[in-house]
Antibody
Framework: EVQLVQSGEEVKRPGESLKISCQGS????????IGWVRQMPGKGLEWLGT????????RYSPSFQGQVTLSVDKSVNTAYLHLNSLRASDTARYFC?????????????WGQGTLVTVSS | DIQMTQSPSTLSASVGDTVTITCRAS??????LAWYQQKPGLAPKLLIR???NLQGGVSARFSGSGSGTDFTLTIRSLQPDDFATYYC??????????FGGGTKVDIK
């Protein structure tokens, strides 16, 4: 069974940094792109970027370029989302999801989401 | 970026109704469009990809159509479990994926 399991809820202060993890299982982790999606409270879905675990090739949304960093550790089948210099506006739920592949960039399996609260 | 506009933003319907949600792209995305269902507090669920391909395990009451800039998601015989928010997503430009703003389907 394909699963993506994300790290737990985080509460941070403004200016702090954060790393969210997303561990895949049940499939060849290195063969599928992993995307990250943000959902602010009561709002819609926003694509942050996507990484290919096979070679760490990364694509970022122009709207989030420079604000987020994606990385991956194939040895533990885990992708990471790094957020630096957190602001209150980074308060959101963050999802990782697997792209279908073979040129199809829809997202077929999703993590459970990680709720991030940034507050002083 | 390709902008995705969904309508309506909210839709009130009754169990048994057939509902249609539309998604319009600011430029052609060919058939590179997906539909997702999301319930409060949960991750989105892929319903349809490549505009009309039903994802495995998804009820055949869901169907998608369209190509280019105009797409629809139709839900036949609405069931209580279908009340949720629906999003379209384009992936024509795989370096700039974008979602529609969402359509909330609630009970009339």
């Amino acid at each position: 069974e394909v699963q993506l399991v994300q790290s737990g809820e985080e509460v941070k202060r403004p200016g702090e940094s954060l790393k969210i993890s997303c561990q895949g299982s049940g499939y060849r982790f290195g063969d599928y792109w992993i995307g990250w999606v943000r959902q602010m409270p009561g709002k819609g879905l926003e694509w942050l970027g996507t990484i290919y675990p096979g070679d760490s090739e990364t694509r970022y949304s122009p709207s989030f370029q420079g604000q987020v960093t994606l990385s991956v550790d194939k040895s533990v089948n885990t992708a990471y989302l790094h957020l630096n210099s957190l602001r209150a506006s980074d308060t959101a739920r963050y999802f990782c999801a697997r792209h279908v592949g073979q040129g199809d960039y829809s997202l077929d399996y999703w993590g459970q989401g990680t709720l991030v609260t940034v507050s002083s | 970026d390709i902008q995705m506009t969904q309508s309506p933003s909210t839709l009130s319907a009754s169990v048994g109704d057939t509902v249609t949600i539309t998604c319009r792209a600011s430029q052609s995305v060919n058939k590179w469009l997906a539909w997702y269902q999301q319930k409060p507090g949960l991750a989105p669920k892929l319903l349809i990809r490549r505009a009309s391909n039903l994802q495995g395990g998804v009820s055949a009451r869901f169907s998608g159509s369209g190509s280019g800039t105009d797409f629809t998601l139709t839900i036949r015989s609405l069931q209580p479990d279908d009340f949720a928010t629906y999003y379209c997503q384009q992936y024509q430009t795989y370096s700039a994926l974008t979602f529609g703003g969402g359509t909330k389907v609630d009970i009339k």
